[in-house]
Nanobody
Framework: QVQLVESGGGLVQAGASLRLSCAAS????????MGWFRQAPGKEREFVAGINWSGGLTYYTDSVKGRFTISRGNPKNTVYLQMNSLKPEDTAIYYC????????????????WGQGTQVTVSS
C-alpha cells in the first residue's frame, strides 16, 4: 500500500502562485502514475492534472492548462503541482492520488489518496 501526504496549501490573493507537494511512501511508490484532484464545497471531486510514472507525460483539465504544471521530483516518489495565476475559482481542497493507469480523469481509476491540502484564493 502507498501512503500519500500533501502539503503546500494556503491562503493567497488572486494572481499569486502556490506549489503543492505530494510525498509518497510505501512499496514501489515511485512506480505509479499520479494525479491531482480538487474538491470545492458542495461540488464533486474533479480531476486537475496527471503524470505518468517517469514524469515524461502529463495531462490537464482545460481550466488549468497554461497555469498549472505537474511534475515529479528525484527520486520520483514526490509529485508537485505548481499553480500560477491563481483564481478564486481554484479554491478547493487539493488531493493527490495514485493512478491505476495513465490517462484517466475518473476518481474511480485512482487508488491511494492523501488527506488533502486546502487552497484558498481571495479576490
Amino acid at each position: 500500500q502507498v501512503q500519500l501526504v500533501e502539503s503546500g496549501g494556503g491562503l493567497v490573493q488572486a494572481g499569486a502562485s502556490l506549489r503543492l507537494s505530494c510525498a509518497a511512501s510505501g512499496r514501489t511508490s515511485s512506480n505509479y502514475a499520479m494525479g491531482w484532484f480538487r474538491q470545492a464545497p458542495g461540488k464533486e471531486r474533479e480531476f486537475v492534472a496527471g503524470i505518468n510514472w517517469s514524469g515524461g507525460l502529463t495531462y490537464y483539465t482545460d481550466s488549468v492548462k497554461g497555469r498549472f504544471t505537474i511534475s515529479r521530483g528525484n527520486p520520483k516518489n514526490t509529485v508537485y503541482l505548481q499553480m500560477n495565476s491563481l483564481k478564486p475559482e481554484d479554491t478547493a481542497i487539493y488531493y493527490c492520488a495514485t493512478a491505476i493507469g495513465y490517462g484517466s480523469t475518473r476518481p474511480a481509476d485512482f487508488g491511494s489518496w492523501g488527506q488533502g491540502t486546502q487552497v484558498t484564493v481571495s479576490s
